[in-house]
Every structure is written in structure tokens, then in C-alpha cells.
């Protein structure tokens, strides 16, 4: 069974840059497509980056040019810089495979809040 735990989270200011990390266990994130949900307030939890096996990245338009998706699959861990940080980036974060979070019953980490001040 997957996993995960995130990581890195944290009160910034507007501009400001986090790291958030995903330790995962079960699955190999090398092998496998993952990626990087969020839920704000009142919103639905969605997905906005992903990393496939070979490396290809995809962004939501909302994060591109400012978030970047990585692994590191020695350390079984999924990555996500996020840079020039915006207060509609308050969320909680979220990583976990593309195909397991299809599912209804979806396992999923705790999660971890980024909340940006204006």
C-alpha cells in the first residue's frame, strides 16, 4: 500500500519561496507517475503538477514558471519548489500517484499547509 508524507510547509509572505517534500513508500517514484495536489478553502482538492516515469513535467497554468516538480528516487521522494509565492497559493499540499488518486478510495498523506500573506 502507498504511503506518503509531506513535508516543508509553512507561513511565507507574498514572494516568497518553500520547498515542499514527499516522502513516499510503497511504489517506486522512479517508476511511476506522480503528482502534486492542493486544497484551498472551500475547494475541491486538485491536482496542478506532475512528473511522469521519464521525467516529463506538466503544470496547471495558475503555477506555471513559478513551481517546479522533481524526485529523487534514491531517496524515494517527490519534490516541489515553489518560488514568487501568492496568496491564492494557500492550500494544503499534497502529493500521491496520478493513476491511486483516481480512485475513491484513495489513500493520502496528511498533507501539509502553505499559507502566503499578502
Known amino acids: 500500500q502507498v504511503q506518503l508524507s509531506e513535508s516543508g510547509g509553512g507561513l511565507v509572505q507574498a514572494g516568497a519561496s518553500l520547498t515542499l517534500s514527499c516522502l513516499v513508500s510503497g511504489i517506486d517514484v522512479q517508476g511511476t507517475h506522480m503528482g502534486w495536489y492542493r486544497q484551498a478553502p472551500g475547494k475541491e482538492r486538485s491536482l496542478f503538477a506532475s512528473i511522469t516515469y521519464r521525467g516529463d513535467t506538466d503544470y496547471a497554468d495558475s503555477v506555471k514558471g513559478r513551481f517546479t516538480i522533481s524526485r529523487d528516487a534514491a531517496k524515494q521522494t517527490v519534490y516541489l519548489k515553489m518560488n514568487n509565492l501568492k496568496p491564492e497559493d494557500t492550500a494544503v499540499y499534497y502529493c500521491?500517484?496520478?493513476?491511486?488518486?483516481?480512485?475513491?478510495?484513495?489513500?493520502w498523506g496528511p498533507g501539509t499547509q502553505v499559507t502566503v500573506r499578502s
Open positions: 500521491n500517484e496520478i493513476l491511486t488518486a483516481q480512485l475513491p478510495d484513495a489513500s
